[in-house]
């Protein structure tokens, strides 16, 4: 299995302009976690999604971000407009049900995001 | 309210055990446990859930009292792969509404 894919790997963009990070979780997973990782905050869930569907958006810092999962194969998250606090790596994780209340969560290799 | 994990930073030498600890505020349904290492993804390493089922790597185990809202993860004779910060992420309830605490350092020395 070719594991969670996202992009773009890198980002550095200037204050102001939209940023969309996108994300292909493991074929057959039905849940899909956006993560955010600072130095100062760690690692924050941001939003997650089961059956494509918003499940909990709670995290998600304010409107400048939206996230969407159009199929089971596709989610995006955007950040419009950016702001140099939004500077962090973005990690999309995603998991199988098997039966289980949760399961392994299985991350990507991040996008590291810079808003100069 | 975010797991709090101690100690916050371990230096072993190859061979040598180590406990690292997560201690919540609020009652557990769940704890994971993942390993990142610099500049890469966090990687699975257990998942404890309340009652008592367990999944994870056979080489590293950990224990989840769920009446101490606390958890601890067990590295016996360390190897220097262990190396990289170690991070629990717990569940108030079986959603998958993770908080994860800051991390624990573990460096493992030839």
């Known amino acids: 299995d070719a594991g969670v894919i996202q992009s773009p790997r890198h980002e550095v963009t200037e204050m102001g302009q939209e940023v969309t990070l996108r994300c292909k979780p493991i074929s057959g997973h039905d849940y899909l976690f956006w993560y955010r990782q600072t130095m100062m905050r760690g690692l924050e869930l941001l939003i997650y999604f089961n059956n494509n569907v918003p499940i909990d958006d709670s995290g998600m810092p304010e409107d400048r971000f939206s996230a969407k999962m159009p199929n089971a194969s596709f989610s995006t998250l955007k950040i419009q407009p950016s702001e140099p606090r939004d500077s962090a790596v973005y990690f999309c994780?995603?998991?199988?049900?098997?039966?289980?209340?949760?399961?392994?969560?299985?991350f990507g290799p991040g996008t590291r995001l810079l808003v100069l | 309210q975010q797991p709090v994990q101690s100690p916050q930073a371990v230096i072993l030498r190859e061979g040598e055990d180590a406990v690292i600890n997560c201690s919540s505020s609020?009652?557990?349904?769940?704890v994971h446990w993942y390993r990142q290492k610099h500049g890469e993804a966090p990687v699975f390493l257990m998942i404890?859930?309340?009652?008592?089922e367990q999944k994870g790597h056979e080489k590293i185990s950990a224990s989840f009292n769920e009446k101490k809202q606390q958890s601890s993860l067990y590295l016996t004779a360390s190897q220097l792969s262990y190396s990289g910060t170690y991070f629990c992420g717990t569940a108030g309830g079986s959603n998958y509404k993770l908080t994860f605490g800051k991390g624990t350092l573990l460096t493992v020395n030839p």
């Open positions: 609020k009652a557990l349904y769940s």
């Open positions: 404890l859930l309340k009652g008592g």
């Open positions: 994780a995603s998991s199988p049900t098997n039966g289980r209340p949760q399961e392994t969560q299985y």
